[in-house]
């Protein structure tokens, strides 16, 4: 799944470790392309396709400014894929059944020091696609003004109550 095309800024790529993860990113397509920014959706799994993965992460940075990477359970996939690119991984903690996505919000903020994996949230898609439009930002100037005004928005429905 894609929303690619000339006009559209940026490059992400959404990898979530599971069909079952495609609900709870659609969220963060949303926010991306309501921000015109040019995504594309993997499913890779850290355990059950780790050849995969690996050649997904050592060749991002040819087609990808940033990662979302949205897995469940012990969700290894984003410290997976940040250990073989330096492009910036941020990790998409999906809740699990058993431990409510505590499970897989530690296993990606309590990464080793040396492989950092930016984490939001449990299930927060959204914030995940703003962090990635936030870093995409100090290379896309129209961006930037994209979000001051998403901001502004924010701000205006706010105080409207």
Sequence with gaps: MSNSSIDRIGRVAIVVGSKSDIPIVEKCTTVLDQLGVSWQLKVLSAHRTPFETQQFAVSAHENYDVIIAAAGKAAHLPGVIASY????????????????????????????????????????AENAALLACHIL???????RETLKEYRRNMAEDVLRG
Excluded at 97 to 111: E, N, P, R
Aim: net charge neutral; aromatic share 2%.
């Design 85 to 124: 690119t330096l492009l910036p991984v941020i990790g998409l903690p999906i809740k699990s059944s058993a431990l409510g996505g505590l499970d897989s919000l530690l296993s990606m903020v309590q990464m080793p020091k040396g492989v950092p994996v930016a984490t939001v949230g449990i299930n927060e």
């Design 137 to 143: 930002s100090l290379k896309y100037e129209a961006l």
